[in-house]
């Protein structure tokens, strides 16, 4: 099992100024597990196909991660953001499917 340690981000939404809410980036240095390591091409009409990860992070969680994993929106892994397609809680781990390139 390879280990992971990068950055996982955390998006809420805020009230920038009255009536106007903004997407707000928090990202948080995380350690943890890969327990999957796959990807997978979507060929189609398209040059260049699109790359979607299969991986699953076992990522080891704390106060702040446990309170807020529904705000879990993406996962660095090799300098890229990845969306993060599903998360499952299993105390003290945090379980992450990862997707496609996270685009904001």
């Known amino acids: 099992m390879a280990k992971f340690a ?9 009230e920038t100024v009255p009536g106007v809410w903004s997407p707000v980036e928090n990202p948080k240095m995380m350690k943890g597990d890969v327990i999957r390591q796959s990807s997978s091409s979507q060929n189609g009409d398209k040059v260049n196909s ?5 991986h699953r992070v076992s990522l080891v969680g704390d106060a702040y991660a446990f309170g807020n994993y529904y705000n879990i929106k993406w996962i660095s892994i090799d300098g890229r953001k990845w ?3 599903s998360v499952e809680i299993q ?14």
């Open 6 to 14: 990068g950055l996982v981000g955390y998006v809420t939404q805020e």
């Open 83 to 85: 969306e993060v397609d």
């Open 91 to 104: 105390r003290p781990r945090i379980i992450v499917s990862l997707g496609g390139p996270y685009n904001a």
């Open 50 to 54: 699109d790359v979607s990860l299969n």
